[in-house]
């Protein structure tokens, strides 16, 4: 055998002995068909305990719900939210999907798959949200028991030392402990008793002989105060609010209804759902849930600049309508741009405008084969407004008609009478040019088309003896033959229209009312500091030397006071200085000292205790005192 003496094995502390080498439980879990191997292992170290499903699970859990985790979701949930906002969305412009896929047929195919189109119902999207969710839950619940168990337990004791604090003060006064402690509370409190700046409780301390290296301590009274609990109460109203914000715009997106319709003067349409031109909703929107009120444009009127600094720029919009509620009483607002109107519980924008020239056309037979006024749409700002008339086969024989082309609101002739542009946004000089096609425009069929495309793929146009293709101008009152003899069109009338934008979105207001929470939680957990004041103050004897008489007994108080902060804290030491200038008796002098009188002898400097403060800094902040 070896004399050489073997070095006791590094055991951790807190570890059973079931897991710890040479334990009796160790042995006979080993024992029980670990065989060789386990104890070989056994020998080299502790056994490290296996999590296991419940293990598992906590493991998991405390991931989830970690802050870090949740700030990776929201990230995450901002990353997720860019396709929405890039790509084009099916809910909101099927159209636009369609033709995406066409132009990306390979790539589309497969963001198809994904769930890209549709962003915010895809799996993924979902999946992040629920997570976030339940992060916020499971970060919330237990941090709110522990908030509510600090704020009722007691600031923490007065330390015995003083010493080891970053800020830090004493003087002297001839007021008693009892009369200081009273005044150091008072001041810590604050002036609002119902919301004190610092929870404060005093306490006295019984005098204590010098046992050993400790010295004596004399009978004292102490004040032990602490703020900041504001700051996590900040900090839970960001966390509640944001989680109520998700449930909000989730709620928003699910009740949400959204129509959108155009209105001519003298016109107007109903608050169903089959009345608007597009309609879009969430899942739990239901038809009935609309109320049924009406609206009538009873006119529109538009205002532009016309001198030459300015020229043709718009100055305002109004629409005239009239609103008759469910009741049937009846009231005339308006709606201007960014002013909405509020009705039927949802507000109405003012979207766009534009020209609804009411035409009638005639076919070969002379019969009427389409009247009404057709809305075109703007592309510039003197308003040249492209439109389609879709003509039907009324008479049995006959082609089917497609008038495509511009309406110019101040028309303006080139030279040779072949262009025309418009110069001005107002109906000066409103004037249709328009192109002719005839064949099948699939009117049959009763598909839905898109009132402001016509497909002239398998249309023939009509062309002149050169074959450029024959352009009809039309004015107000005026009937023109149509080439080919295929009719003729008359140009009515010209009413405006209006492009109106319904929306009922119920979490608007509580949007709002979280964000703002949000804001104000973040505010007070940034802003609000975390902050522990202690008080102490005996009476001792003054010295001779002090300038008293000799043989005359005379005491005075001493008063020492102590802060510590959680982090930097720049405000520290004025707490701790403004606490003791606060104080019966003492008053800092012109030279920065606080005494109780005009003698220097009977006050404590305070750039002694400055001196000191700046030495435990350079120490570190982070020792904790000893209590």
Known sequence: ?????????????????????????????????????????????????????????????????????????????????VPGSVLPQRPQDPAAVLRYLQDNPTTGEWLDRLGFFDVYASVWFSAIYILLFVSLVGCILPRTKAHLQALRSRPPR???????????????????????????????????????????????????PAVGKRSARPAARTVAAERGYVRETGNLLFHLSLLGLLVAVALGQLLHYRGQAIVTEDRGFANAVVDYDTFENGAWFRPSSLVPFSMTLDRFEAEF???????????????????????????????????????????????????????????AEG????????????????????????????SPGLDQIGLVGSFLPTAELSADGT????????????????????????????????????????????????????????????????????????????PRYVALDLRHDPSLTWVLVFALGALGGLAVSLFTPRRRVWVRAWREPVPDDAGSVPGTPRERTVVRV????????????????????????????????????????RGTSSSDARGTATTARATGRARKADR
Not at 178 to 198: C, I, K, M, Q, S
Not at 373 to 384: I, K
């Open 562 to 601: 102590a802060g510590l902060a959680r982090g930097d804290d720049a405000g520290l030491q004025n707490e701790v200085d403004s606490l003791l200038a606060a104080l019966p008796g003492v008053a800092p002098s012109s030279e920065g000292d606080l005494t109780s009188g005009p003698a220097r002898s």
């Open 367 to 394: 019969e009427v084969a389409f009247a009404g006024r057709v809305p075109f749409l703007p592309e510039d700002t003197m308003y040249t407004s492209r439109g389609v008339i879709k003509v039907p086969d009324v």
């Open 158 to 208: 007065t330390p015995r030392r003083f010493d080891r604090f970053p800020a830090q003060g004493s003087a002297t006064t001839d007021a008693s402990p009892d009369e200081v402690v009273a005044a150091a509370a008072g001041h810590l409190r604050g002036r609002v008793r119902w919301l004190p700046t610092f929870r404060v409780e005093t306490s006295a301390e019984e005098a204590a």
């Open 419 to 494: 262009t025309a542009s418009s110069v001005y946004p107002q109906p000066i000089n409103p004037l249709l040019v328009l192109e002719v096609y005839r064949g099948d425009l699939g009117l049959d069929e009763g598909l839905p088309q898109n009132v402001y495309r016509l497909d002239t793929e398998d249309l023939e146009p009509s062309v002149d003896a050169d074959g450029e293709r024959v352009k009809v101008l039309v004015a107000p009152g005026e009937t023109v033959e149509l080439p080919d003899g295929l009719g003729s069109i008359t140009f009515e009338s010209l």
């Open 1 to 81: 055998m070896s004399d050489e003496k073997t070095e006791p094995r590094y055991r951790p502390e807190g570890i059973h002995d079931a897991f710890a080498e040479g334990g009796p439980e160790a042995s006979a879990a080993s024992g029980a068909g670990a065989g060789d191997a386990t104890g070989a292992a056994g020998a080299t170290g502790p056994n490290v305990p296996r999590l296991g499903l419940v293990g598992t699970l906590r493991w998991t859990w405390r991931q989830l719900t970690s802050m870090r985790v949740a700030l990776m979701l929201l990230m995450l949930l901002a990353v997720a939210a």
């Open 305 to 363: 600049a016309a001198d030459a600094v300015a020229f043709a720029q718009s100055r305002d919009f109004t629409a005239f309508v009239t609103v008759r509620d469910p009741d049937g009483q009846s009231h005339d607002e308006t709606i201007k741009v960014n002013h909405p109107l509020t009705a039927g519980g949802a507000k109405i924008y003012l979207q766009g405008n534009g020209y609804a020239p009411e035409v009638t056309v005639r076919d």
